[in-house]
């Protein structure tokens, strides 16, 4: 009897022990809500700190990429004129840079071409100040109709990339900086989400929130890629005509004013291309209250003309 009694009694003293053991150490263990928001906030930080450096590193990809690019699609420029080749920052570097390039158009259209895309898109992946003399320079090396069907396209894919990367790396980074700027654009966008298409062309058109802006924010607060990326090629062809344009009399041009860039005449163009885009709103929302207008008649007239 001793001999079966042991093991069993041994067995029971080992659970036992290891119960206690279990609540003391259970008992050592106090997480308080501080404690779990020092945490939260901490793998917050980590993963910010981790989507910058994932961005930045993108972006020296991307810069050796377009590097590449010039490198190779560009023909060979002499030492004394490599200094032209940058991007230009006021008239005098535009119209440097339009004689170098325009000098290899005979021969290497498609090449001085396909550099002008790969750096407007580079450009506006990144919000990076400079497309418009870039527009600029399109229409004196390209004319027209290539240069704003470029433009726009490349403005399009450009605002598209900067989109997605915002959506996959800068969501609590932008959230945390721009919360406020966030909320009002949401408040907005939430009166035009009817017709979303027409209120980013005129947003292209008038650009108030900025640009840059539009392209960050976008994903955050519920505007859909497909009118963001339709909104911003149809949107960005009014302004880009006008850049576009002034391209046509660079080499006439003595002064920026020269360029005829905001003149009254550019300003109501544009203003008129917005009304134009705005009356199917307008339209619309005319007839929706009409049928509502409608609706309630009819509900009254229902409601007196019930049996006695």
């Known amino acids: 009897m001793r001999q079966t009694t042991k093991p069993y009694i041994s067995e029971v ?44 590193t993108l972006f020296f990809i991307s810069c050796i990429i377009v590097y590449m690019v010039v490198q190779e699609y560009l023909p060979p420029i002499d030492e004394e004129k490599r200094d032209i080749l940058h991007l230009p920052k006021n008239l005098d570097d535009l119209k ?4 170098l390039l325009g000098s290899y158009m005979g021969r290497y259209y ?21 497309s ?45 900086k721009m919360a406020d700027r966030l909320d009002r654009w949401s408040a907005t966008l939430q009166a035009h989400s009817a017709h979303l298409l ?22 955050h607060v519920g505007v859909p890629l497909k009118p963001f990326f339709f909104g911003t090629l149809l949107g960005v062809a009014g302004p880009s005509t006008l850049h576009v344009q002034a391209g046509l009399t660079i ?9 005829h860039l905001f003149s009254w005449t550019s300003i109501g163009g544009l203003a008129l291309i917005a009304l134009a885009v705005m009356i199917p709103v307008w339209i619309r929302r005319r007839v929706e209250r009409e049928a509502e207008d409608a609706d309630d008649v009819d509900q009254e007239q229902s409601t007196t003309e019930l049996p006695r």
């Open 132 to 176: 418009m003399w870039l527009s600029i320079l399109g229409g004196a090396l390209f004319g027209l109709p290539v240069a704003l069907a470029t433009v726009c396209i490349c403005s399009a894919v450009g605002a598209t990339n900067c989109y997605l990367l915002s959506k996959r790396f800068g969501k609590s980074l932008v959230r945390r």
């Open 13 to 56: 003293s080992a659970l036992v022990t290891a119960d206690t053991a279990y609540k003391k150490s259970y008992s050592a263990i106090t997480i308080t809500v501080a404690d779990v928001e020092l945490i939260n906030r901490r793998r917050a930080r980590w993963g910010m700190l981790k989507a910058i450096g994932q961005l930045v």
């Open 251 to 259: 080499e006439k041009a003595t002064s920026e004013e020269g360029l």
């Open 198 to 219: 027409n209120y980013i062309i005129v947003l292209r058109i008038a650009p108030f929130p900025p640009n840059w802006f539009a392209n960050i924010a976008a994903p």
């Open 110 to 130: 498609h090449n001085v071409l396909t550099t002008f895309i790969v750096v407007y898109v580079f450009l506006n992946t990144f919000s990076i100040p400079g």
């Open 96 to 99: 440097a840079l339009n004689e």
